[in-house]
């Protein structure tokens, strides 16, 4: 099964279709609101903007797990995210990315792209994991890499064919 098949939904509760998203480079985040790293969502955004012509989507899926810094519905991080950071890249379902109730997604990113040591566990809000247009998972990236530390690792993953 291709990291595209994996079952996603919107913050309404409705299906995404990931395999629409197949031929494009993916960058998946876990996000939250009152974290210190929040302000990333700008970060995001504007590599979003940048390098969507190219075929880039960022994912972002609000997460609760981490000190309880995204207690707001899915919906409500969505208009949070467009009224605080202009946030116009896809804001998915509220999901856990640890523990039994683990996102399917979020398993499989961590298992593709285990962290520091091997560990799969996410430590934090806002790890990254950029996605090949054939689904691989081509790196992780800790919630204190920003856009600047992403930017050769895009490049790249942009320019494969």
């Not at 291709?2 to 919107?10: A, G, I, Y």
């Not at 299906?15 to 985040?29: M, W």
């Not at 409500?76 to 999901?95: D, H, Y």
Request: proline residues 5%.
């Amino acid at each position: 099964m291709s990291l595209h098949d994996v079952e996603c939904h919107t913050p309404q509760g409705e299906p995404f279709n990931l395999r629409a998203l197949r031929g494009q480079v993916l960058l998946v985040v876990n996000v939250a609101s009152q974290c210190g790293f929040t302000s990333q969502l700008g970060e995001l955004e504007a590599l979003y903007r940048e390098h969507r012509e190219r075929g880039f989507t960022v994912l972002g899926f609000p997460c609760n797990q981490f000190a309880k810094q995204s207690p707001e519905s899915a919906e409500q991080f969505c208009a949070f995210g467009e009224r605080q950071f202009g946030v116009t890249f896809p804001l998915m379902e509220k999901v856990e990315v640890n523990g039994r109730g683990a996102h399917p997604l979020f398993q499989r990113l961590k298992a593709e792209a285990p962290g520091w040591l091997g560990t799969r566990a996410i430590k934090w809000n806002f790890t990254k994991f950029l996605v090949a247009r054939d689904g691989r998972v081509l790196k992780r990236f800790g919630p204190r890499d920003g856009a600047a530390a992403m930017l050769t690792d895009l490049e790249r993953a942009l320019d494969e064919t």
